[in-house]
């Protein structure tokens, strides 16, 4: 099943960094940033990351919150945040089932090989739990100014 902007972000519960859990329901009167990624500590998830570190508070300035997901463990996402001081909740999704929800994972293609991994995308969900924006190409270096384009919309 393929997401489209007006369905209902899929709810989950999972592991986060800090050893505690994190339940998208627990965000609902916010809106979302919910952004995918492949792997922490790499260069583009670096950048993407502190894009989102840059420009956080005018993202909680908005009444949004910041979740990013990808399959590595809660312990490696606390080694991630504490490098780069990133101020927001990473989701462990070790099973995958968050991102199969969402549809981002699934074949990727890096020099000529296929393999299966996580499909760089970010969803804005709103305050009423509806998704209302997918970026379903995100470019790291202007993603975080498109996300705070978008939430001055909503």
């Known amino acids: 099943m393929k997401l489209r902007e007006g369905d209902v972000a899929p709810g989950f519960t999972a592991p986060a960094n800090g050893g505690g859990e994190v339940s998208l ?16 500590n790499t260069p583009g998830c670096n950048r993407e990351a502190c894009g989102f570190r840059d420009v956080h508070d005018e993202i ?8 990013g997901v990808s399959a590595d463990s809660a312990e490696r996402h606390d080694k991630f945040i504490d490098k780069f001081g990133l101020p927001f909740v990473l989701v462990a999704d070790g099973d995958k089932s968050i991102c199969e929800a969402y549809g981002v994972w699934g074949d990727k293609s890096f020099m000529g090989r296929i393999f299966l ?24 270096a202007t993603h975080a100014a498109e996300v705070l384009a978008a939430l001055d919309e909503l």
């Open 25 to 40: 329901s627990q965000f609902r009167g916010q809106a979302v940033v919910l952004y995918f990624y492949p792997k922490d």
């Open 60 to 67: 909680t300035a908005r009444g949004a919150v910041v979740l």
């Open 117 to 140: 991994g996580i499909n760089r995308r970010t969803f804005l969900i709103g305050a009423d739990g509806v998704i209302r924006k997918i970026w379903p190409k995100v470019k790291v």
